[in-house]
């Protein structure tokens, strides 16, 4: 666990007290019947930015506070438990950070005030097909005058609905698969030929599918430098990676704390059932789990906040551990409740399905192993 300053402590307390009483699951649960289509409340996210949390990686010349990747993980942790839904992870940390790492001082002043204080919500539009492959950029971008014109496609965009403005990873020169030739380009949403087609996904969160037809934007787009963008968007998307993890290793948390408190009341053959080995052996070793999928979220998250050589490396292994630690403690609440955990009624299946969803986002275990594997030469 990383030593946490006495700000960071404030913040996360603060957060925890804000989603037990604010935005508990119910509150999820709610939002997911009455069919909100962005998927997720606005006015709990306006909450969220008053309070600060949509500009904790923005610089304070742009009004936000600065305070880093792992304080805002430690927001996205307590978000996570409670799974209250927000653009927190799509605007305030990926696009938030493009803009930071890749913008120019115009274009800084123009976005991330206004993503810092919930004005504007950003999308990162990235992938192309069914998996994430941020190496197959494909959609084109062509010169025109002193802009460029895109067509092409993108692929499960979080929170696409509800966005003002879109990062888009296009490719202004080279073949798909080349890293020379990708750029990345701000587009505002509502541009003409941008169409937005809403996805309904199993979680009830938002995305949608987004088409390019002859878009026209101006050089003033271009986030970063022409053809350079690969290295921009893999940083921005390992940060967004990391404050993922976060979110996950909050809902493990909260599916173990749901598991730990039925073994303690559930009573079966005239006793706890908490009180069997086999099940408190379960038990242990889930919490064995959650400590090391806790030091691995917290070790990406303070190699962003250093902008550290191995970034890259940390976050695939924060995502494989985090990833298969969700999966097998979401796969017990379900097993360990038995036929109640298999109802709507319960609260489960809302994190099972959360699960299965953030598991394929920004990239799955195997993506994950396999990114590894290839950083460190194999």
């Known amino acids: 666990m990383a030593l946490l300053t006495e700000e960071q402590v404030m913040v996360r307390d603060a957060a925890r ?54 304080t805002l993980g430690l927001i996205l942790e307590e978000a996570g438990r409670t799974l209250a839904a927000s653009p927190l992870l799509s605007s305030a940390l990926a696009c938030a950070s493009a803009i930071v790492r890749g913008g120019t001082e115009a274009q800084k002043q123009a976005h991330l005030p206004a993503i810092a204080s919930g004005e504007l919500v950003a999308a990162l539009a990235v992938d192309e097909g069914p998996r994430h492959a941020p190496e197959r950029i494909a959609l084109k971008a062509a010169k025109s005058g002193d802009g460029y014109v895109l067509n092409g496609d993108k692929t499960f965009v979080l929170e696409a609905m509800a966005a003002g403005l879109l990062v888009v990873a296009a490719r202004t020169s080279g073949n798909v698969g080349d890293a020379k ?111 090391l999928a806790r030091s691995c979220a917290e070790a990406a998250l303070s190699a962003c906040d250093r902008d550290a050589d191995d ?43 959360r699960a299965r969803s953030v598991e394929a986002a920004f990239g799955n275990r195997a993506y994950h192993r396999d990114r590894f594997a290839r950083l460190n030469g194999f």
């Open 17 to 70: 007290a804000w989603t037990q009483e604010q935005s508990p699951v119910t509150a999820f649960r709610k939002m997911r019947d009455s069919g909100q289509p962005l998927g997720y409340e606005p006015a709990a996210y306006a909450e969220m930015c008053e309070m600060g949390w949509a500009g904790v990686v923005i610089p304070e010349a742009y009004g936000g506070s600065d305070l880093g990747y792992l």
């Open 181 to 291: 030739g990708v750029t990345l380009f701000l587009v505002a949403a509502d541009a003409a030929g941008v169409d937005r087609r809403p996805l309904q996904l199993a979680d009830s969160r938002g995305a949608a599918d987004i088409g390019f037809k002859d878009v026209k934007v101006g050089a003033e787009a271009v986030l970063g430098a022409e053809g350079e963008g690969a290295a921009l968007l893999e940083a921005t998307l390992d940060r967004a990676r990391a404050g993922l993890c976060a979110e996950m290793l909050g809902m493990s948390l909260a599916a173990f704390e749901l598991t730990l408190d039925y073994l303690r009341t559930r009573v079966q053959f005239g006793q706890v059932i908490g009180g069997f080995q086999a099940l408190q052996h379960r038990a242990a070793k889930m919490y064995g789990d959650l400590e």
């Open 311 to 353: 970034v890259a490396e940390l976050v695939s292994v924060a995502k494989v551990k985090v990833g298969e630690t969700l999966f097998n403690i979401s796969n017990e609440l379900i097993q360990m409740h038995g036929g109640i955990g298999m109802t709507d009624a319960h609260d489960a299946g809302l994190y099972l399905k």
